[in-house]
């Protein structure tokens, strides 16, 4: 099964500053249908379902704010968030979906310093 | 953008059965392909099976094979998972997912807020 490891666990970042998350897989995720990065990063704030935030390692979900951003390659992933909004707090999973059994990170949990 | 909504969760005991729905809402059902996923309490997210938007094709985790059964009923826009000779393991909330397209890509847009079942020893 391929791993994903998030870091850090936690994450205590300023009001307007940029919040970088990091997701490391133990084997590349480069999906050959599409050449592109099976990864996705989901959002969960308490009392909620996680939502979706990026695909495909880069590719924003409509309505999702372009604060939000996805990068890298190979086996190492960053979500960035530009400046950090108070409504942004939450825990935030990394995903691959490059082959069964898909799986997770362990989820970063992201709060205002 | 539809809505997810699981019922059936409960108490069981060890070896035991229970099923676990899922009433969709909101989008064209039978267009896309559904997983469940569950998490254990203190633990991380588990994929647990998938099925196309038709049903013609399922996938399961090696930790259920054998004993869980997905399916679906695009007629009344309902998802289901059959839990048999259920563990403690088991224990999770289990949560319905969309699958973008008809056939399973693997990421999540839109999620239910999850059904608890709890397996006693």
């Known amino acids: 099964d391929i791993v994903m490891t998030q870091s850090p666990d936690s994450l205590p970042v300023s009001l307007g500053e940029r919040a970088t998350i990091n997701c490391k897989s133990s084997q590349t995720i480069l999906h050959s249908s599409n050449n592109k990065n099976a990864l996705a990063w989901y959002q969960r704030k308490p009392g909620q379902p996680p939502k979706l935030l990026i695909y495909w390692a880069s590719t924003r979900e409509s309505g999702v704010p372009d604060r939000f951003s996805g990068s890298g390659s190979g086996t190492d992933f960053t979500l960035t968030i530009s400046s950090l909004q108070a409504e942004d707090v939450a825990v935030y999973y990394c995903?691959?979906?490059?082959?069964?059994?898909?799986?997770f990170g362990q989820g970063t949990r992201l709060e205002i310093k | 953008e539809g809505q997810l909504l699981e019922s059936g969760g409960g108490l069981v005991q060890s070896g035991g059965s229970l099923r676990v729905s899922c009433v969709a809402s909101?989008?064209?059902?039978?267009?896309?392909?559904m997983t469940w996923l569950r998490q254990a309490p203190g633990k991380g997210l588990e994929w647990v099976s998938g099925?196309?938007?038709?049903?013609?094709?399922?996938y399961y985790a090696d930790s259920v094979k054998g004993r869980f059964t997905i399916f679906r009923d695009n007629s009344k826009n309902t998802l289901f998972l059959q839990m048999n000779s259920l563990r403690a393991e088991d224990t999770a909330e289990y949560y319905c997912?969309?699958?973008?397209?008809?056939?399973?890509?693997?990421?999540?847009?839109?999620w239910g807020r999850g059904t608890l079942v709890t397996v006693s020893s």
């Open positions: 099925i196309s938007g038709s049903g013609g094709s399922t």
């Open positions: 995903q691959h979906y490059h082959s069964n059994p898909i799986t």
């Open positions: 909101g989008f064209t059902f039978s267009s896309h392909a």
């Open positions: 997912v969309k699958d973008p397209t008809t056939v399973t890509t693997g990421y999540f847009d839109l």
